[in-house]
């Protein structure tokens, strides 16, 4: 990084990213932090943190790719506002290493990635036996300031806990300036408090606190996130979740997933701090999942959700 970037850092950020936002709240951009991973997640608020067996859980929470039954690739894009200075692209890919039965028969249905697990005890799930690996490379911004992110994760499940780590390379860039890379890790777990109705989900990004420039002591955020996901029958899942930064207000956030025949899904979602409302919907073809949410915030207007992912081979 070229002298003298370190002071500019929190004052150049707050031009180019924070004075598209709206003055006097606490509505943030990406800003270092974790972000929002698919766009089923983005139509329910992000209170994704319980969701597993989806590739996007690379993201949200790393525990939930322990779930993952097939190697599964996925590519999700945003636009927040109207912005290309705001706009998001993320490409992951994962990988089930070997498959076992697990002793209970909660759990996704094989093969149908990020859609409603199947109420029959017929159906018994598999995980894979020596856990998932997977990688993601994300990017944020523009051409003045940009951030990019290459992160590799991996996850295991024994019993009815999942649990899983990753470690990222944060790279924060700004034109005429240079750029800076650092390193931090994120730790995630879930476990079924009920199997196949009742789970929980935690994680704890940047649990290192690392720092990005010595100016005002400018550290990553620090973000713990936790939640529950209740399924009261095949087609309806109620999500709860509160995200805490450590020095910010805690974001309270519910969604509502729908799905009136498996192939198809309705989404909706609200969060408290960023005064936030989103909808979306999801359409199983095949093997693709494609998924589209829209979010809107008073002030500031609409938001765009992409994701397509999926999933091919049988089982390991």
């Given at each position: 990084m070229k002298h003298g970037l370190p002071k500019y850092?929190?004052?150049?950020?707050?031009?180019?990213?924070?004075?598209?936002?709206?003055?006097?709240?606490?509505?943030?951009?990406?800003?270092?932090?974790?972000?929002?991973?698919?766009?089923?997640?983005?139509?329910?608020?992000?209170?994704?943190?319980?969701i597993a067996g989806e590739v996007w859980s690379m993201g949200n929470n790393v525990a939930g790719i322990?779930?993952?039954?097939?190697?599964?690739?996925?590519?999700?894009?945003?636009?927040?506002?109207f912005s290309s200075a705001l706009n998001v692209g993320a490409l992951t890919v994962a990988l089930p290493l070997g498959r076992t039965t697990a002793p209970d028969a909660g759990g996704v249905m094989p093969g149908a990635e990020g859609a409603a697990p199947s109420l029959s005890p017929a159906v018994a799930p598999t995980w894979a036996r020596n856990g998932v690996v997977a990688l993601e490379v994300q990017r944020f911004g523009g051409v003045l300031y940009n951030e990019t992110r290459v992160g590799a994760g991996y996850a295991y499940r024994f019993g009815q806990i999942s649990l899983g780590a990753?470690?990222?390379?944060?790279?924060?860039?700004?034109?005429?300036?240079?750029?800076?890379?650092?390193?931090?890790?994120?730790?995630?777990?879930?476990?079924?408090?009920?199997p196949r109705r009742l789970s929980f989900g935690a994680s704890l990004y940047n649990l290192g606190q690392t720092k990005l420039a010595s100016y005002q002591d400018e550290r990553v955020p620090t973000i713990l996130k936790a939640g529950l996901a209740y399924r009261p029958g095949s087609q309806v899942l109620l999500l709860v979740e509160t995200e805490k930064d450590v020095e910010r207000a805690a974001n309270f956030k519910v969604g509502l997933?729908?799905?009136?025949?498996?192939?198809?899904?309705?989404?909706?979602?609200?969060?408290?701090?960023?005064?936030?409302?989103?909808a979306g919907i999801g359409v199983l073809a095949g093997a693709f999942q494609i998924d589209y949410a829209a979010a809107f915030q008073q002030a500031l207007g609409f938001s765009q959700h992409l994701s397509v992912s999926k999933s091919w081979g049988g089982k390991q």
């Open positions: 850092i929190s004052t150049i950020y707050l031009l180019v990213v924070v004075s598209a936002l709206w003055p006097g709240r606490t509505v943030r951009a990406q800003g270092n932090g974790p972000g929002v991973r698919g766009a089923r997640a983005a139509a329910l608020s992000n209170a994704s943190v319980a322990s779930e993952i039954q097939r190697p599964s690739v996925g590519f999700y894009a945003e636009n927040r506002y990753r470690a990222d390379m944060l790279q924060v860039s700004i034109e005429g300036l240079g750029s800076r890379r650092v390193v931090l890790g994120t730790l995630g777990g879930q476990i079924e408090i009920v997933e729908y799905r009136p025949v498996p192939v198809l899904a309705a989404r909706l979602g609200l969060a408290s701090l960023t005064e936030q409302a989103s």
